[in-house]
């Protein structure tokens, strides 16, 4: 539900990538999956792996292995092998959400500004973005890179508002997952979960969400009239 009084009060947007935007899961569960069998580590479900994505790459590897086996040493190499495999298969099933390139389409022709802030790997951030995400100029396009701390730091958040020349008060942040209603909130942004990716209304709730949406337009009622 929208409260009626933060009905055009929002200057700009920021999007998570992975479970906001795109469905990316699937290419995530069969490249991690690929990984751990090669290493002859045991393999998770896509439920499972539900919980394990969103703090990065690294962190899903120290995750997915059994916990004896996670010693710095097998992290960097699955990591490195993860990358590679990733590289090749990250576009299989990966697309955009229902409803989000309506969404795009909308808040363009409002004149909103548009970010992206992922945990995902900077390159692969981008990648994403650029190819599925293409058609939509976003402003701003940020994954995660070795000199920045990931979310919930809100440090990307505040430098991607830096970046859109805006407030934090007049962003709305849009994600999926608890990592994002903390990164929106610690950051002074309007923390907006969304119903239709990796993590449950439990968690959004428990960790912030001001608002839930249930499809993707319902967001432009936080920037016109409904």
């Known amino acids: 539900m929208i409260p009626p009084e933060l009905k055009m009060t929002f200057k700009a947007v920021i999007f998570d990538l992975d479970g906001t935007l795109l469905d990316t899961l699937q290419d995530i569960v069969n490249t991690l999956n690929t990984v751990l069998s090669r290493h002859r ?42 990358v590679e495999v990733y590289n090749d298969n990250w576009n299989v099933h990966s697309r955009p959400y229902p409803g989000i390139p309506v969404l795009l389409d909308r808040l363009g022709e ?11 790997a900077h390159r ?9 995400l293409g058609k939509w100029k976003f402003d701003t396009v940020q994954g995660y890179r070795d000199d920045m701390e990931p979310k919930p730091d809100p440090g990307g958040a505040l430098r991607v508002a830096e970046l859109l020349e805006e407030k934090p008060s007049g962003i709305l942040y ?7 209603m903390l990164t ?43």
């Not at 409002?110 to 995902?120: D, E, F, Q, R």
């Open 41 to 82: 580590y045991p393999e998770h479900t896509i439920d499972e792996c539900r919980f394990l994505v969103g703090h990065g790459l690294k962190e899903l590897v120290r995750k997915a292995l059994p916990e004896n086996a996670a010693t710095p040493e097998t992290i960097d190499l699955v990591l490195a092998d993860l």
């Open 110 to 120: 409002l004149g909103v500004k548009t970010a992206i802030l992922s945990n995902k």
């Open 124 to 132: 692969f951030t981008l990648l994403c973005a650029d190819t599925l």
């Open 174 to 180: 849009v994600g999926d997952s608890g990592i994002d």
């Open 184 to 226: 929106a909130s610690r950051a002074g942004m309007y923390p907006l979960g969304v119903l239709w990716g990796f993590r449950p209304e439990s968690e959004l709730l428990a960790h912030g969400a001001k608002s839930l949406v249930k499809h993707p337009e319902e967001i432009l009622g936080f920037f016109r009239p409904e």
